[in-house]
């Protein structure tokens, strides 16, 4: 009908425009935010459309159907308003975002069946899954952008132009702490070395939840590596912050025994989680958790750390705007976590802009798209 062709026309047609968090943050005039909002997120949503189509069998998936559904239904609920619809384009926003709050847990679960299917390699799975998270992201800021520079009581930016680095560590320390004690009774030292003072434009909470994970990684690994606070203290983990004018280095240091290399690619993957609660549902609700809006309410208490998505989300979210997160391991001594970020804020979003390699046909079967590749500036390889 109507509606299908007008979306193929989007996402055959018409190509996204890849932004920087520099531009995000500049965009502060609401008329014209909604004018190229009207017509972006529609391209975006329609691609989001062709990459669940793109997956071999998909419609034997219901999480499939239903991620597919909620795309067509965003992509529809836009098209149908005009420039001068002002309170019903930002009532339509927010409620796409509610809407899509769970999308995280649909398209994982969903991943991890299509995965079941024996014709497909975790390899591929995990590139749809970063192809799809990076490009969710995007929409997500821009969607989010709009939400709070209309916001009545205080507008402003979701890009934080002073990013405080030392502080959103301190935070996502504290908090990591907190969670370790709840589960182990302590919680070992954590020692932030702060050289310089850093600020660069970023996304505090993506910031946050990146440290989050890291954190909580390290601090059960020492834990259960020492067992007690008086010899843990002895092995405090350290986070470093610093960098050039170019790039914002974070990097997490832990003794907590470093993880077998063999196990170095599972840590990246999406398919895995080693923490299973009794509830498989709750399991893959906690290990995919995202950064959390003020508004969201969140019960269960989430488990310390166990292979869930957090890694792999935590280098989807520094890649999509051209950082690298990396872990190295030394077997039976530590880990160290490296996150690099963009200072200049100019990194673009790495999205896919061309329409014929779409992931599950083409370039991610024979392997020339690789979601976890990126080359020294952080612009995934092979995507434009
Ligand atoms: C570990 C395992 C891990 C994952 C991510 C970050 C730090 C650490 N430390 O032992």
Same mark, same amino acid.
């Not at 502060?28 to 190229?36: S, V």
């Not at 329609?46 to 597919?68: D, F, G, H, T």
């Not at 205080?154 to 504290?174: F, G, H, K, L, Y």
């Not at 390290?218 to 912050?241: C, D, F, K, M, T």
């Given at each position: ?45 329609? #691609? ?23 795309? %067509?239904? %965003?992509?529809?609920? !836009? ?17 796409? $975002? ?13 991943? #991890?069946?299509?995965?079941?299917? $024996? ?48 502080? *959103?560590?301190?935070? %996502? ?24 003072? *850093? ?8 910031? /946050? ?21 008086? *010899? ?15 790039? &914002? ?6 003794? @907590? @025994?470093?993880i077998p290399l063999d196990d170095m690619d599972q840590v ?32 269960? &208490? ?5 292979f ?7 280098? /989807? ?19 160290? %976590? ?6 200049? @804020? ?11 390699? !779409? ?6 079967? /024979? ?13 995934? !390889?092979?995507?434009?």
């Amino acid at each position: 009908e109507l509606l299908e062709s007008e979306m193929v026309h989007f996402a055959r047609a018409l190509r996204p425009h890849p932004m920087t968090l520099q531009q995000i943050l500049h965009l502060t005039d609401p008329t014209a935010l909604r004018t190229f909002l009207l017509e972006e997120l529609p391209i975006r949503y329609a #691609r989001r459309v062709q990459l669940v189509e793109s997956l071999p069998n998909w419609k034997s998936y219901p999480s499939m159907r239903m991620i597919r559904s909620l795309y %067509a239904d %965003a992509f529809r609920r !836009l098209r149908a308003l005009t420039q001068d619809d002002k309170d019903s384009f930002r009532s339509t926003l927010q409620d796409i $975002k509610r809407r899509n709050a769970n999308m995280l847990f649909h398209v994982v679960k969903g991943a #991890r069946a299509v995965r079941t299917n $024996k014709s497909f390699t975790d390899e591929q799975v995990n590139r749809f899954l970063d192809e799809f998270l990076t490009a969710r992201i995007g929409t997500d800021i821009l969607s989010s952008q709009y939400l709070s520079i209309t916001r009545p009581d205080s507008p402003t930016s979701i890009i934080n132009p002073e990013c405080d680095p030392v502080a *959103v560590v301190r935070a %996502a320390a504290n908090d990591a702490a907190t969670l370790c004690r709840h589960h182990y009774g302590w919680s070992p030292p954590i020692d932030i070395v702060d050289v310089g003072q *850093v600020r660069f434009p970023f996304i505090s909470q993506y910031l /946050n939840y990146i440290m989050f994970e890291l954190l909580k990684n390290s601090l059960r690994a020492v834990v259960e590596r020492y067992g007690s606070r008086q *010899v843990a203290e002895a092995y405090p983990i350290r986070v470093v912050i610093c960098g050039d004018d170019d790039t &914002v280095v974070l990097r997490v240091s832990d003794c @907590g @025994g470093g993880i077998p290399l063999d196990d170095m690619d599972q840590v990246w993957s999406y398919m895995f989680t080693t923490a299973r609660p009794a509830c498989e549902e709750v399991a893959a609700a906690n290990a995919c958790s995202e950064p959390e809006d003020e508004d969201s309410d969140d019960d269960g &208490v989430a488990p310390l750390a166990g292979f869930g998505c957090g890694l792999p989300l935590s280098r /989807n979210y520094a890649c999509y705007v051209g950082g690298w997160l990396e872990l190295n391991s030394i077997p039976e001594f530590g880990t160290d %976590a490296y996150l690099y970020l963009n200072r200049s @804020g100019n990194g673009q979003e790495a999205l896919r802009t061309d329409v014929d390699a !779409l992931p599950m046909r083409g370039s991610l079967l /024979n392997g020339s798209y690789n979601g976890s590749s990126c080359d020294s500036s952080g612009i995934l !390889l092979a995507t434009e």
